[in-house]
């Protein structure tokens, strides 16, 4: 069997929970080198429904098998400036936190491509990038019900119904990854990097 698809590129996977290491573990799955950035406590998923007996959730290590995990406290600069080299020798940065959250500590997209214009920033937030709700945190369960989706589950006569899995975070990381490879196919012909924006509402 020949190398997997995505053998030789590199991928900085930032931020936690659900949509962003969907994302990231498609690409490592794929054949991606994946560097998933945790804090010192951990991603909120280690410790989220049925634990393994190491007292770590499956719900994890499925999302970031294939994966190297590294510690970094993001609110410290020397981290910061760490996370930042790591950045510069990726072809990808995958992103998740809330819009500008990162420019605050000068790892935003504009920064980073201003450094290395071949490298590609995909971000997926509840939102996305611009417009009036941008900077508003987003998690799956809220992007559902505003998207309309929980309004087409369940009963005719009932509530809103939650699906039984984040498929609003499925979704979004599986978008992520589609534009993550047009993005490295297109640099290909120009040599240019780009920003992929992926709103969990949309």
């Not at 509840?126 to 929980?150: D, F, K, S, W």
């Not at 699906?163 to 297109?186: C, H, K, R």
Request: charge should be negative.
């Amino acid at each position: 069997m020949g190398q997997a698809p995505l053998t030789g590129i590199r991928v900085l996977e930032l931020g936690s929970t659900v949509a962003g290491p969907a994302a990231g573990r498609l690409l490592a799955d794929l054949g991606a080198e994946v560097f998933k950035v945790e804090p010192p406590e951990g991603d909120q998923l280690r410790t989220w429904g049925e634990l393994a007996p190491d007292g770590t959730s499956w719900w994890f290590k499925s999302h970031n098998r294939n994966k190297q995990l590294l510690t970094f406290d993001l609110h410290r600069p020397e981290d910061v400036e760490t996370v930042r080299r790591i950045a510069l020798q990726c072809d990808v940065v995958l992103e998740s936190f809330r819009p500008g959250w990162l420019d605050e500590r000068g790892l935003g997209p504009q920064t980073l491509r201003a450094l290395k214009p071949d490298l590609i920033v995909a971000s997926i937030s509840g939102y996305g990038q611009t417009g009036p709700y941008a900077r508003r945190p987003g998690y799956g369960n809220i992007a559902e019900a505003i998207g309309g989706l929980r309004a087409i589950t369940g009963e005719a006569a009932g509530p809103p119904m939650r699906m039984g899995i984040s498929i609003g975070d499925e979704l979004a990381g599986l978008y992520t990854v589609i534009g993550i490879l047009a993005a490295l196919q297109a640099r290909t012909r120009d040599g240019r990097g780009d920003a992929v924006d992926v709103a969990l509402t949309e």
